[in-house]
């Protein structure tokens, strides 16, 4: 629905869709596996980042109006000038600057200039989908946390190399903890990595373009997947054995 940064909207179509009906957002960011599979029947986003939390639980709260009523920014105006909540500050910080790790309280220049119909279709979006997240619960906490149940989990942390910016940043992370509670999770399990990453077998999927270079979105599940013999076919082509 909203932008974040490391959100998996453009390649979110590639992961494996849910094999129960229940899904498991551990790290969940904007979302993006739950919002595509929004009517799955029983869905838990957690994060460690509390604004996450307060964004989503503004939106759950919201009504079309609610969005649709929200002001949108011209050149030189911030969102201090305007008379908004704590909630309402913190989810348009993340639409008037799409991909940021934190809220931004002014608009690029780009899009005010170039883009100037972008937050009119950013919030009638995202007002148009709210009927699909009333049913999810959200709550804040650190992925330990999380009961191990039969569930479809989609594990996407910040990043072993390039997850540093988050405010909840990858610093804090012991991946080798991590991958033992990846594996033992009961159901379905798909962690999203990219292939510079070591603490799990992961397998490449898609390459990106970044705002600065170029990587190789990656995964490991419990379940067969087409990337395993994608996998194979990178291996036979280095001229393994």
């Known amino acids: 629905m909203f932008s974040y940064y490391g959100s998996k909207a453009k390649v979110v179509q590639y992961y494996p869709s849910p094999t129960t009906l229940k899904i498991r957002e551990a790290f969940a960011g ?27 639980h503004y939106l759950q709260r919201a009504s079309v109006n609610d969005i649709l009523g929200l002001p949108r920014l011209k050149e030189g105006e911030t969102l201090d000038d305007f008379n908004l909540s ?3 500050k913190m ?4 639409c008037i ?24 279709y950013r919030l009638q979006n995202i007002s148009s989908n709210l009927y699909k997240i009333k049913h999810w619960k959200i709550i804040q906490g650190s992925y330990e946390d999380l009961q191990n149940e039969d569930a479809t989990w989609f594990i996407d942390p910040p990043y072993q ?3 540093h910016s988050y405010k909840e940043s990858n610093k804090n992370i012991d991946f080798a903890l991590l991958a033992n509670w990846c594996r033992t999770r009961q159901g379905q399990v798909i962690v999203c990595e990219n292939t510079k990453a070591d603490w799990l077998d992961f397998k490449p999927v898609i390459q990106m373009q970044g705002s600065v270079c ?3 979105e990656a995964i490991w599940t419990n379940f067969p997947t087409q990337y395993d013999s994608v996998q194979q076919e990178l291996f036979s082509w280095a ?3």
Do not use: C
């Open 30 to 56: 904007s979302a993006r596996y739950s919002v595509m599979y929004w009517d799955t029947p029983d869905i838990l986003l957690m994060d460690k980042y509390q604004v996450i939390v307060d964004v989503w």
């Open 86 to 88: 704590y909630e309402e």
């Open 91 to 94: 989810f348009l910080g993340f």
């Open 97 to 120: 600057k799409g991909g940021n790790q934190i809220p931004s309280k002014k608009t690029t220049w780009r899009n005010v200039v170039h883009r100037p119909n972008s937050q009119n």
């Open 161 to 163: 190399f390039g997850g």
């Open 214 to 216: 170029k990587t190789t």
């Open 239 to 241: 001229g393994g054995k």
